[in-house]
C-alpha cells in the first residue's frame, strides 16, 4: 500500500514540474538571469584585459596624447583589475540574480552595436577598390 501512494506522489510531483519546466527558463526567469550573470562574469574576466587597449583608444580618439604615457596605461590597468574582480563576483554569486554592475555590462559589444555608433575602422589612408579617396588621419590619396 505504501509503495503506490509514494508513486502517485512521485508521479504528481514530476507532472507538477514537467507542467512548470516552460516558465522556469522563460524571459526574465530565475535560470535565465542567473545564466546572463554567469555569461556575464566570464565575459568580463575574458575580455578584461582589453579595457586597458580601449582606455588608450579613447585617449587617441580625444586627441590627448599626454595622457598616453602614464594616465592612460595605469587607468587601463585599474579599470582591466576592477573588470576581472566583477567579473569573478558574477561568476561566485550567479545564483543570486542581479543587475549588470558594470556600464556597458559587456567589454566587447557585439559587430552590430559597434558598426551602430557610428564608429568605422580607421583605414590610415588607404584607398578602396572603388577608387575613392579614404581621408586617414594622415592624410589621403586616390588610385
Known amino acids: 500500500m505504501n509503495a503506490k501512494k509514494n ?3 512521485y508521479v504528481t510531483a514530476f507532472v507538477i514540474c514537467i507542467a512548470l519546466l516552460p516558465n522556469a527558463f522563460g524571459e526574465g526567469s530565475y535560470f535565465a ?10 565575459s568580463n574576466i575574458v575580455f578584461a584585459p582589453l579595457a586597458a587597449a580601449r582606455t588608450i583608444e579613447r585617449d587617441i580618439e580625444r586627441d590627448q596624447p599626454y595622457r598616453l604615457v602614464l ?3 595605469v587607468e587601463g590597468t585599474l579599470r582591466m583589475v ?6 569573478v563576483y558574477e561568476m561566485a554569486t550567479f545564483w543570486v540574480p542581479q543587475q549588470p554592475i558594470l ?3 559587456y567589454q566587447m559589444p557585439s ?6 555608433e557610428g564608429r568605422r ?6 584607398a578602396s577598390r572603388e577608387g575613392k579617396t579614404i581621408e586617414g588621419k594622415s592624410g589621403g590619396f586616390s588610385v
Do not use: C, N, T
Not at 576592477?82 to 567579473?87: D, E, K, L, Q, T
Open 103 to 105: 556600464k556597458p555590462a
Open 82 to 87: 576592477g573588470r576581472m574582480a566583477v567579473g
Open 111 to 116: 559587430i552590430k552595436e559597434y558598426l551602430d
Open 71 to 73: 594616465v592612460a596605461p
Open 7 to 9: 508513486a502517485k506522489i
Open 121 to 126: 575602422p580607421d583605414l590610415g589612408g588607404l
Open 33 to 42: 538571469q542567473s545564466g546572463e550573470k554567469l555569461g556575464r562574469g566570464a
